[in-house]
C-alpha cells in the first residue's frame, strides 16, 4: 500500500536558516506529491505540489522537486522567516485511490 | 477566495451520544473527503464521496459513521454512538475533479472530543 515517511520533528531555526524537511514515499503506480502547512489554529493549506517526476513544486519560497529515483520529495527554504512556524505535511495520492496518504507532520519553529 | 467551512468548530460529546459534523465545500466542486487526526498521529483518510454516493472508504469508517450531502451545500459526517477513541480532529475536503493530480482543499477542522 501507499505509505510516506517525513522527518521527525520538531525543528527549531533561526530566522533566516535554510530548510529542509525530507519526505520519502512508498506507492503504487504514479502518485502525485503535496506538501500542505498546518498554521496554529487553523486547517491544511496546500504549499506545493507536483504531479511528475522531476516536477518541481514552489511556493513563497518553499521548493520540493518529486525525484523518482530516490522516491523522495524534500521540502527546501533557503531563508526561513518566523511566519513560517507552522507544523508541514508531506503527502501522496496515487491512481484510483484519489484520498490522501499523509506522512506524520513535522512542527517548524523559527526563532526570531 | 472561495473556502472549505466546517461547523462546529468544537463540539464536546457524552460516549454514547450521536454527533453531526457539517461541512460547506466549494461551490463548483465535485468530490468530497472527510479525513480525522487523533492527537499526536497521523491525519487518515476516512471516506470520499462523489455523485451522492461513497467513492471510497477506509477501515476506520465502519458502520457507526454515515455519510450525507441534504441539501446539495452541505457535506456531513454523523458518528451514531460515539466512543472515546472517536476524539480527532475532523477535516472536510473538496476537489473539483476527481483525479490523484487534482488539490484538494480543507476545512479548518471540527475537533471533536468524547467524554
Known amino acids: 500500500g501507499n505509505s510516506v515517511t517525513q522527518m521527525e520533528g520538531p525543528v527549531t531555526l533561526s530566522e533566516e536558516a535554510f530548510l529542509t524537511i525530507n519526505c520519502t514515499y512508498t506507492?503504487?503506480?504514479?502518485?502525485?506529491l503535496f506538501w500542505y502547512v498546518q498554521y496554529p489554529g487553523e486547517g491544511l493549506q496546500l504549499l506545493l505540489k507536483a504531479t511528475k517526476a522531476d516536477d518541481k513544486g514552489s511556493n513563497k519560497g518553499f521548493e520540493a522537486t518529486y525525484r523518482k529515483e530516490t522516491t523522495s520529495f524534500h521540502l527546501e527554504k533557503g531563508s526561513v522567516q518566523v511566519s513560517d512556524s507552522a507544523v508541514y505535511f508531506c503527502?501522496?495520492?496515487?491512481?484510483?485511490?484519489?484520498?490522501?496518504?499523509f506522512g506524520s507532520g513535522t512542527q517548524l519553529t523559527v526563532l526570531p | 477566495e472561495p473556502e472549505v467551512t466546517q461547523t462546529p468548530s468544537h463540539q464536546v460529546t457524552q460516549m454514547g451520544q450521536e454527533v453531526i459534523l457539517r461541512c460547506v465545500p466549494i461551490?463548483?466542486?465535485?468530490?468530497f473527503y472527510w479525513y480525522r487526526q487523533i492527537l499526536g498521529q497521523k491525519v487518515e483518510f476516512l471516506v470520499s464521496?462523489?455523485?451522492?454516493?461513497?467513492?471510497?472508504k477506509s477501515e476506520i469508517f465502519d458502520d457507526q459513521f454515515s455519510v450525507e450531502r441534504p441539501d446539495g451545500s452541505n457535506f456531513t459526517l454523523k458518528i451514531r454512538s460515539t466512543k472515546l477513541e472517536d476524539s480527532a480532529m475532523y477535516f472536510c475536503?473538496?476537489?473539483?475533479?476527481?483525479?490523484?493530480?487534482?488539490?484538494?482543499?480543507f476545512g479548518p477542522g471540527t475537533r471533536l472530543t468524547v467524554l
Open positions: 503527502a501522496l495520492s496515487s491512481g484510483s485511490a484519489r484520498q490522501l496518504t
Open positions: 475536503a473538496s476537489a473539483r475533479v476527481a483525479s490523484s493530480t487534482d488539490t484538494q482543499y
Open positions: 464521496f462523489y455523485n451522492n454516493e461513497i467513492s471510497e
Open positions: 506507492a503504487t503506480g504514479y502518485p502525485s
Open positions: 461551490s463548483n466542486h465535485l468530490y
